[in-house]
């Protein structure tokens, strides 16, 4: 980016520019919205087919692992409609899609099954009711291996799809065995089903010179084009892949589309014609990997104060079969271990386990929010051993801006606004007379119970991995003075393509609706990093303004000449351009003079995200730009008879900077809060002792619905925010820290179990709460509760004797 364009991030106002419809910081409505509504959007599924169209099934495993020892599938080849049966034998390149070129993750298994629902062969017939009636036809038969399913199984026996990572700062067992309060235990945290309302489609168009163009769900449309490149033994210019919008991506299609995407490719380039690979919503659910579920095993250490003086803390992550992300996934919940807590002496080790069951993926904060899960559960325990409020042992953990401000993996916390949120949610929510009422109200009522919780935020922007922290984009102004945008990043419903225009129409100073929002397509923008790690705003805005600064950098050194004024003087207002005092062009009438003076009207752009590097062999190094900072207050109502709960009320402030659009941020905030309390509460992912997932429909998994919205829910941007790094128009990201704010109900719950036991006892509550769970906690609480005081009136006794 030009030092010009740096200086004016620097300088910019807060407000809207005035007379410019669209531009950063108003809440344009999302470009899709309308169409959503109209039932207008195109998805994949909607493009019409053309002449030909070959539909894909797949054919799946039985068994959790085992050899493959006959594979008939001659009744499937034979069976109407049937046009094409693919194996791994049929695959012409490479059979591996893994992201990571680990070579575990096969397009097609040859020989060796690894999990329940694998696809072991694919059918292309006419519909796709006869490619799936079809794939029922086969006769496999295996000779069974032993199968792991569970992570402690696998940890246990040394089974790993990634090495084992340590992360430390100062001297955890040295500060353990000095601290006053030492307390220890396990977390099991829970999955998560991504559960887009789109599922994973592809749809692949061959061409000339066994071309493909792939039309596929997917947040990171470059690593489809390689890998499949790859599949089919060709150059990656043979394959352009092309994504309007998804339907939900959430992680899940950072890299699992390309299983799907490669098979299309085969059929399409082996036949001729084009092919549609749509996954029923239950195989997507039983192929697909799931969010990691985590044992987290801790011993910590305290003061009287509740002030962590030492922690030793293991992770045992639940990979799958293959390692997919799983390696960054597990170093990033080890980065968020902190949270917003200040760790001197600490020690954190991680184990990345192979299990006979699905490869996890990517997912809404990718490994974060299992980190912070346990840390704030942490935090409550020792609040309740020393007899405190959990939100004051919090404040006295909080990271400081002087001296307490290192990170287990050595990043100096330049920005910490923790104190100052605080202070405004305090306000906000009122918690401190609300506490008070809670305890009386529990005092008075034995049968319902209220809980309240406050948790921050503190989530790191950045991929952690360096290299993925660049995008492009590519911008043309036509002759009219209408613009073509496009750039690296993928729209999933977050608003990502709306932001982006925004930053383009405020550099041209023209309204939005002058601007054409195009497809990502690797044609046109190659070699991007995928729309992940909530930074697809601040790279392709980036880029996108990179492109557009060089375009109207051309305009005025243009202007200038011609009309001979200092460039100083050319002035973009909304609308048209001021040249010197000499001339008032409008923006269409100034391109065309431009262009008839044979000026580019066409430029690319790029960002690099600058200050981040990480020293993995070492754990040290600055992994993240920024921080993204927020705070949640919630407050839950329990049945102690039953189980149920629900949430009353809920006061959230968030930090986003200077928003680019407050109504979209408002909208992620809302929506990660609702997701990140669907995984902590309701949804439960369950596999039988065969390996095979029960949970795999509607049915049988509950995300949340529109009643189990707080009935009282408070959100508003932290009006004080400003990024004190040079972002987008000093704009934070907002994609995934929303998330991990539904902490707080999850902490909620656990404060109504125990209240059970006047907080005298630590609830076994673990992820997700699910009324069973909270009936067994509640039950479990109020056991122990009266075994503690048969053993005080013993010693009692035995004191008096």
């Keep these: 980016m030009s030092d010009q364009a740096l200086k004016a991030d620097m300088d910019e106002v807060v407000a809207p520019t005035a007379g410019l419809s669209g531009g950063v910081r108003s809440s344009s409505k999302h470009d899709s ?34 050899k493959i020892t006959k594979m008939d599938l001659s009744k499937v080849r034979s069976a109407p409609g049937v046009v094409c049966v693919l194996t791994a034998d049929d695959i012409p390149g490479v059979n591996d899609v893994s992201p990571a070129h680990t070579h575990d993750e096969p397009v097609l298994p040859d020989g060796i099954v690894q999990f329940y629902g694998q696809p072991v062969f694919c059918v292309a017939a006419e519909t796709r009711a006869q490619a799936r009636a079809a794939a029922q036809l086969a006769e496999i038969e295996y000779e069974e291996l032993p199968a792991v399913l569970d992570v402690a199984e696998a940890l246990e026996k040394q089974l790993f799809v990634a090495p084992p990572h340590v992360m430390k700062q100062g001297d955890a067992k040295s500060a353990l065995a000095r601290a006053k309060h030492r307390h220890g235990g396990r977390i099991e945290i829970g999955g998560q089903d991504h559960f887009y309302l789109e599922g994973h489609i592809s749809f692949a168009i061959p061409g000339e010179d066994g071309d493909v163009l792939l039309h596929c769900s997917t947040q990171h449309p470059s690593e489809v084009q390689h890998n499949i490149a790859n599949v089919l033994g060709r150059p990656a210019n043979a394959v352009t892949v092309e994504v309007r919008r998804m339907g939900g991506g959430f992680g899940g299609k950072e890299t699992q589309a390309m299983q799907w995407a490669a098979l299309a490719a085969i059929v399409a380039t082996k036949t001729g014609r084009p092919a549609k690979f749509r996954l029923d919503r239950d195989d997507d659910m039983v192929m697909t990997g799931k969010r990691h579920d985590f044992i987290v095993d801790y011993d910590v250490g305290f003061d009287d104060d509740g002030r962590i003086c030492g922690l030793d803390l293991q992770y045992a992550a639940n990979c799958g079969f293959s390692a997919d992300l799983s390696a960054a996934i597990a170093d990033r919940a080890m980065f968020h271990t902190d949270n917003a807590y200040y760790l001197g002496d600490v020690e954190i080790r991680s184990y990345r386990c192979k299990t006979n069951l699905v490869s996890n993926t990517a997912f809404r904060g990718f490994g974060g929010p299992q980190g912070m899960v346990a840390i704030e559960r942490i935090i409550d325990e020792i609040a309740m051993t020393v007899g405190r409020d959990p939100l004051d042992v919090r404040i006295a953990n909080y990271y400081d801006t002087k001296d307490r401000n290192t990170t287990p993996y050595h990043m100096v916390v330049e920005d910490n606004v923790l104190s100052e949120l605080t202070d405004d949610i305090l306000k906000a929510s009122d918690y401190r007379k609300r506490r008070e009422e809670i305890t009386a109200f529990n005092a008075e009522s034995p049968v319902l119970k209220k809980g309240l919780s406050l948790t921050p935020v503190k989530f790191g922007i950045s991929f952690t991995t360096t290299f993925l922290n ?140 600058p200050k981040i590097h990480y020293d993995r062999e070492s754990a040290s190094g600055r992994p993240f730009y920024y921080f993204a900072y927020g705070m949640a207050c919630s407050e839950v109502l329990i049945d102690t008879l039953t189980g149920e709960y629900k949430v009353t009320r809920v006061d959230i402030i968030h930090d986003v900077g200077r928003s680019l659009n407050p109504a979209i941020d408002l909208g992620q905030i809302e929506g990660g809060f609702i997701q990140g309390m669907g995984w902590l509460t309701s949804e439960e992912l369950w596999w039988d002792d065969k390996g095979s997932l029960r949970t795999h429909a509607p049915s049988t998994y509950k995300i949340p619905a529109c009643s189990d919205r707080p009935e009282d829910f408070r959100m508003e941007l932290w009006s004080s925010g400003r990024n004190v790094e040079k972002t987008i128009h000093r704009s934070k990201a907002v994609g995934e820290p929303p998330l991990m704010l539904a902490i707080s109900v999850h902490r909620a719950i656990a404060d109504a179990v125990a209240s059970v036991a006047n907080h005298k006892v630590v609830p076994a509550l673990d992820t997700p709460a699910t009324p069973e769970a909270v009936l067994h906690a509640v039950a479990d609480c109020a056991k122990r509760m009266i075994e503690n005081a048969h053993s005080a009136d013993a010693a009692h006794s035995m004191a008096g004797e």
């Design 33 to 66: 919205g309308p169409k959503h509504v109209a039932g207008e959007a195109v998805y994949i599924d909607d493009i019409n087919e053309p002449f030909g169209t070959l539909h894909l099934a797949p054919g799946a495993s039985s068994i959790a692992h085992g």
């Design 470 to 609: 660049q995008a492009g984009a590519l911008i043309h102004v036509y002759q009219d003075g209408s613009v073509h945008l496009n750039h690296g990043g993928t729209e999933m419903g977050q608003g990502l393509f709306i932001k982006v225009a925004q930053v383009v129409a405020e550099e041209f100073q023209i309204d939005l609706d002058q601007i054409k929002i195009t497809p990502t397509n690797t044609g046109k923008v190659p070699n991007t990093s995928a729309t992940a790690a909530s930074s697809g705003a601040d790279m392709n805005g980036m880029a996108a303004r990179d492109a557009a600064m060089t375009i109207k950098n051309r305009l005025i050194a243009f202007a200038a000449e011609k009309y001979g004024v200092a460039e100083s003087t050319v002035r973009f207002v909304p609308g048209k351009i001021i040249v010197g005092d000499k001339e008032e062009l409008a923006f269409a009438d100034l391109i065309k003079q431009a262009y008839l003076a044979r000026v580019s009207l066409s430029a690319t752009g790029y960002y690099a995200t």
